[in-house]
């Protein structure tokens, strides 16, 4: 048997490696489900809702259940934030697949095999470092604002400096290009 399917080092016994979620015995193939999978892998938890909400894929509905429940087993079960969750791992397994048969010409037999996978989502909690740098980024976008009256107010006033400042040196070059006239 293989170990766990995490990206980092934590493959010691007896260590947690975050709080997982799976989906067992889904109605497609593994490979499709990959494809979405990829898409949130070491995002945050936040950003990889987004993703799946907004992808045009039958298996990001399911995978997105899945996320959802691995963030409500690390805020029930591991007592985290859900701010500071991110999806750390995130695999699918083929599951058994079911054989069937369909009719073809001259009495022979066309095979169908109907796939199956399991989905597992793993979110843990964001290192201090990521929780710092994703903070700075927070504090320079500055607070938005959802009023957009607001918005064009603080826009326009700061133009106003930029506007005024042409304006007060432009009298000072007229009169320089005069007297150079006259010389």
Do not use: W
């Not at 494809?35 to 995002?43: C, D, E, I, S, T």
């Not at 070059?173 to 150079?180: F, G, K, L, M, R």
Request: aromatic residues 2%.
């Amino acid at each position: 048997m293989t170990g766990p399917k995490l990206n980092e080092a934590n493959r010691v016994a007896g260590t947690k490696s975050g709080s997982k979620a799976s989906a067992k015995y889904v109605r497609s193939s593994a490979s499709k489900a990959r494809v979405v999978l990829n898409l949130v892998r070491n995002q945050d938890v936040r950003t990889a809702d987004e993703i799946l909400q907004f992808t045009d894929r039958e298996m990001a509905r399911v995978v997105r259940k899945v996320l959802a429940s691995a963030v409500a087993n690390a805020t029930t079960n591991d007592l985290l934030d859900a701010d500071e969750l991110f999806v750390k791992a995130c695999f699918a397994d083929e599951g058994p697949t079911l054989k069937r048969f369909r009719p073809r010409a001259k009495g022979r037999a066309g095979k169908i095999n109907k796939r199956t996978c399991h989905i597992t989502v793993i979110v843990d909690r964001m290192s201090d470092d990521q929780l710092a740098v994703r903070e700075a980024k927070t504090m320079t976008k500055g607070a938005p604002t959802s009023n957009r009256r607001a918005r064009v107010a603080a826009s326009r006033k700061a133009a106003e400096p930029a506007q005024e400042a042409p304006a007060a040196e432009a009298p000072a070059e007229d009169t320089t290009s005069t007297e150079e006239a006259g010389n």
